[in-house]
């Protein structure tokens, strides 16, 4: 009923730039935080980049300085800007958004299928 769909990923030579883009769709009554994590091979999925409904954003340090994030709120869309892409940010980057699809159904977190960004020369 709720979906997110992501878009934007690709292969990039280092110091190279990506924006990736999310969109939710379905019944939905209030979104919340939206976020982007990602996933390397062999590792632990991990937080990149949240933002609360007011614009407030919580980066990770790993890439404070080079990505930013941000959203639509007209659009329930949410962005991710990667500049300066390293070979280590290399992963399948995942949407995430805090939704209530009623007023009485309390929130749940939503999560995109994926999209493969790749670093690499």
């Known amino acids: 009923q709720v979906q997110l769909v992501e878009s934007g990923g690709g292969l990039v030579q280092p110091g190279g730039s990506l924006r990736l883009s999310c969109a939710a769709s379905g019944r939905i009554f209030s979104i919340y935080d939206m976020g982007w994590y990602r996933q390397a091979p062999g590792k632990q999925r991990e937080m990149v980049a949240v933002?609360?409904?007011?614009?407030?954003?919580n980066v990770a340090d790993s890439v404070k300085g080079r990505f930013t994030i941000s959203r639509d709120n007209v659009k329930s869309t949410v962005y991710l800007q990667m500049n300066s892409l390293k070979p280590e940010d290399t992963a399948v980057y995942y949407c995430n958004a805090q939704i209530k699809v009623a007023i009485m159904i309390p929130l749940s977190d939503y999560w995109g299928q994926g999209t493969q960004v790749t670093v690499s020369s």
């Open positions: 933002i609360t409904t007011g614009g407030s954003t």
